[in-house]
């Protein structure tokens, strides 16, 4: 098998590139890295950060100047990671205490944050209260009430904004939708409108400041975005005639969709209905117009907009390196690598990521390979052994759905089931995985006593340097007691 445009390195998005049949980021040798810091290894681009925090800055406050994003520190809470999109004027949502305090430590200040959750702790209430947090989003009414305890004894006064429900389905599977009354975020309008005369019966303890909603993850639709405008409009009207003063913000939420790996030839083994969840048209420029322009517009520029934008501000600035440390030559040849979802976590969630071969980057002559990783469990692969076992199953009990067995893998089969690398792809060679910047370093377990990946950071000069040390064996052994 030979050429396929998924291999040409000007595909795969401006920072990386290739030279002497090696993959480089931002000009800095994949294998070289691997080399030094050993693997598997995650490389983050600062320049891909930067260009991410500009890109939503410019375009949103284009549209509307009052506009402050909190990059969701979930996605990726690396203090210097942290640190380059604090130097870039991002503001931070954080989810719990330990973000809370890490985001600390980062350098931002508590007052430009925003806090989720479904369950905050008492423990994390007063951290947050006491330090002045710009907002917490209120998820239920017996969190409101813990709200307003905290307060009272701390005789401070909360700031406060309400998650709503605004019964939209976005996401791109039913795990990562969070904006129905069948998902568990959120308070209903009875609810809200509880809420809101507790707050005013309290008024020395809390403060309403906002409305927030948050409707899933990658969110492909534009039209998703769109309803989300107009039911925020319509909510912020109705409870500005409620309340005694001017709300001082809404709140977005993130979701946002972004493109991964880099380029559509990327996509030209996997099946389409797959690929709707990965290649969008959605963009910030896109975004700005036609969510954050209509909110403007409905309610002026007096009032704040926030963002909480998570996976679109850092899945494109990451690749993992992890090399091949083994092989069986069967039918279809089998690799082996060092990185499983112990390393990356949504591999678990049959999420699909692009590989390439970082050693002979530019080889044309292909092959089509089973790739593996490292665990102890069958589900440890690349490929969805378990989608393909329920369409073997089905077809061994219904023989006459084997006509169907594309719609079957289709709705069954999350993943290709070979992946397309040079031909003299061979144990040693350093693979390349793409756009795994999101949900990855926070994700990482010790599972089967397996020492989570290092971080390494490509600057701005293009040099190196290490954000996330290799966990050693003393680690394995640092939370057990004897
Ligand atoms: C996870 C989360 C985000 C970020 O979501 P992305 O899909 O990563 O953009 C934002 N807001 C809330 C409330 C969240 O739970």
New binding site residues.
Partial sequence: MTSVVSLHPWKRGAHLTSANNQLLIDGVSAVELVERYGSPLYVYSEARLRKNARDILENFRREHANTRVCF?S??CANLAVLRVFKDCGLAL?V?SGGEFHKACVAGFAPGEMVF?GVAKQVQELREVIEAGIGSI?VDSLSELDRIITVAVELGRQARVALRIIPEIRGGAAAGWQ?GTSSSKFGMTADEQAEAIERILAQPQAVKMVGV?A?I???ITDIAVYQAEAAFLIDYVREVSERLPYALEHVNL????AKNYSSAEENFATVAPHYRENYRTDIDFARLAQQLIRPISQALGQGIEIIV?????MVSDTAILLTRIEAHKARQTPVFYLDAGYSVLFDLYNSWYFHMLNASRSDDRDTALFRMAGPLCDSSDTYYDIEGEGAVAELIAEQPALAEHREVLEQVLVHQPNLRELPAATEQGDVIALLDVG??ALEMMSQYCGRQAAAAVLVDLQQGSRLIRRRAEYADLLSHDVD
């Fill in positions: 969701a979930k996605a949502e989810n989720n989003n969070t927030h948050h899933g993850t990658q939420g993130g979701g946002f909480e934008p998570g996976r679109s999101a949900y």
